[in-house]
């Protein structure tokens, strides 16, 4: 069995990702209605941000960001900055 450094796993950790599936049972019940909407115009679900007990979903269509809070109100121009 191979013994990876801290490093090496933290960069394999990296380039993991989450099924699209398992992130869509995470989201609340008004966030799966109102992200259909966000769906048909192109948008795809990218990831989840947890702070203050609620989830803030993040969707992303080309260079357009839009978020979905955990009570379903969507923001096509919300004040984030992504990393790349």
Known sequence: MEVLSTREL?????HLTVKGANLWTQLTPAQKLVSHSLTQCGYE???????????????????????????GEIDKEPTIVMRT
């Open 45 to 71: 679900l990218a990831f989840i941000r947890y702070a203050n007990n609620s989830g803030l979903t993040v969707f992303l269509h080309n260079a357009n960001i839009a978020t979905v809070s955990s009570d």
């Open 10 to 14: 933290l960069l394999e950790r990296r």
